[in-house]
């Protein structure tokens, strides 16, 4: 399959053009779950943030939900349980989609189904999930990178057709570590620099090193773009993101922690190839293969 977004490949980063659109349904003939404000925001900015999304009674069972599995897995030694760098707090727990039945039910939460199909045109698969908590104090940051681009390079996902969405599973101020996004990112693939060595994911859900643009490309991005957007909100609130939006966070030295659900929605028409690394396809439970199966008829 031809590679339409090369990274890790040369000796200088790169900003290419991005060749698929940013909203996959026909919008002069189905307007679907999103007003046309909501619309536009998204096709501009590559985001959009929801507020009020889950009731506080939904909120309160997956805050319930999120630490009950931290308690469980405190002691657990698994790939899927992401610990700190520096420490042995839990970071981050995978493919929850799959192994715990409340969240697999929050994962066919049709509300949710409604929007990603729109926005993909298509039916969907979860094609990775994850609870990311940051604590306060000791809370780290998540370096700048497109989710694209790993899954492109890492996975082999063909096209920029997929959508990631974050519930805010605490109040996410300015100042505690939330998510940053530039508007505008998802227009413009930055090829990044460095090979990629087998086996990377072990290093890079503690501390991603390739697959961060460079500096000038990120500088390129927000003066060319919106700046950097900061959603804040109460929890419930979701915010959906195109995989190729730029995105980060910094570290919470505040003593309000940051949680959050992350689910990535993929077209079943998307489904993954052989990695465009030429590497080792990774595990199942970083990105869906053979349990790609769609989650609602339209």
Known sequence: MEDL????????????????????????KDKGPLSDEQINFYQKNGFLQIENFFSPEEVSEM?????????SNREVDS?????????????????????????????????????????????????????????GFTGKEFDWH?????????????????????IALSDNYTFNGPLMLIPG??????????????ENYKESLKKQKLGV?????????????????????KAGAITLFESNTMHGS??????????????VFNSVENQLV???SGGKERPEFIAVREGAKRLSLR
């Open 146 to 166: 497109s989710d694209f681009e790993t899954w492109h390079v890492e996975d082999g996902m063909p096209r920029m057709r997929a959508v990631s969405l974050s």
């Open 5 to 28: 977004y090369p990274s890790r490949q040369n000796s200088k980063p790169e900003i290419i053009e991005r060749k698929d659109p940013v909203i996959h349904s026909d919008l002069s």
């Open 213 to 233: 643009p460079d500096h000038n490309s990120l500088r390129w991005l927000a003066e060319n773009g919106g700046g950097i957007s900061v959603p804040t909100g």
């Open 79 to 135: 790939e899927k349980v992401i610990r700190e760098p520096e420490s042995d707090e839990i970071r981050s727990i995978f493919h929850v989609h799959n192994d715990d039945q409340y969240f697999r039910k929050v994962t066919n939460d049709q509300r949710i189904l409604d929007i990603v199909q729109y926005l993909l045109g298509s039916d969907v698969y979860i094609h990775q999930s994850r609870i990311n908590y940051k604590p």
């Open 250 to 263: 910094n570290g919470n030295i505040t003593p309000y922690s940051r949680n959050n659900l992350f689910m």
């Open 63 to 71: 805050q319930k939900g999120i630490f009950d599995l931290q308690e």
């Open 274 to 276: 052989k990695p465009f």
């Open 185 to 198: 990112s998802q227009n413009y693939f930055v090829s990044c620099i460095g090979e990629t060595p087998e």
